[in-house]
């Protein structure tokens, strides 16, 4: 994937937990971050747009935030429902494409 | 609400050809870009293609240019992939995406297409 993100990530029922996602000057660099959540099973749904913009109805508990070729997604207050997997993305303007990151399952221990 | 429902996934041989439609509904759809994305069996997320709201510019992936054509139709509130050349590595569940870059994202319950002889 041309945006590089951790393949797992973990926590306990009410820790923060923080997911990296890398890139590039052509994308991350110069364009927003948007972070979508996948439940087991389900469709995926947007999570954070624009970087750290949340869409009506999702918790505050999530934030977003970007810096550089880099953005990260953080969770705080870990809880059951939020095992899931998770994916950066952006418009990368050199491959004209619209790209993902690999994905991070989040896992509730 | 916004609704996006695909239709005309199936089974093909490899080299065949399929015709994806989602057909939009809850929103202006002639105001927005959209997108394909597909989803390997258990694997990540993958952008396809995406389409401007006039249809006057559209993008794909390395992989899919010269087999794949994404259109649209703003009278109908549809949006069509055409798939031609198929080969294995294109079996994936294919999600219709509004505005996947922005706020307003929306994504449909995708279609599943399998290549297989």
């Known amino acids: 994937s041309v945006l590089t993100q951790p393949p797992s990530a973990s926590g306990t029922p009410g820790q923060r937990v923080t997911i990296s996602c890398s890139g590039s000057?052509?994308?991350?660099?110069?364009?927003?971050v948007n972070w979508f959540q996948q439940l087991p099973g389900t469709t995926p749904k947007l999570l954070i747009h624009?970087?750290?913009q949340r869409p009506s109805g999702v918790p505050d508990r999530f934030s977003g935030s970007k810096s550089g070729t880099s953005a990260s997604l953080a969770i705080s207050g870990l809880q059951s429902e939020d095992e899931a997997d998770y994916y950066c993305?952006?418009?990368?303007?050199?491959?004209?494409?619209?790209?993902f990151g690999s994905g991070t399952k989040v896992t509730v221990l | 609400e916004v609704q996006l429902v695909e239709s005309g996934g199936g089974l093909v041989q490899p080299g065949g050809s399929l015709r994806l439609s989602c057909a939009a509904s809850?929103?202006?759809?002639?105001?927005?870009?959209m997108s394909w994305v597909r989803q390997a069996p258990g694997k990540g997320l993958e952008w396809v293609a995406n389409?401007?709201?006039?249809?006057?510019?559209?993008n794909y992936v390395d992989s899919v240019k010269g087999r794949f054509t994404i259109s649209r139709d703003n009278a109908k509130n549809s949006l069509y992939l055409q798939m031609n050349s198929l080969r294995a590595d294109d079996t994936a569940v294919y999600y219709c995406?509004?505005?996947?870059?922005?706020?307003?994202?929306?994504w449909g319950q995708g279609t599943l297409v399998t290549v297989s002889s």
């Open positions: 995406v509004r505005s996947i870059g922005g706020g307003k994202s929306a």
């Open positions: 809850g929103f202006t759809f002639y105001s927005d870009w």
């Open positions: 389409i401007k709201e006039d249809g006057s510019e559209k």
């Open positions: 000057s052509s994308s991350i660099g110069s364009n927003i």
């Open positions: 624009s970087n750290n």
């Open positions: 993305a952006a418009w990368d303007a050199s491959l004209k494409a619209y790209v």
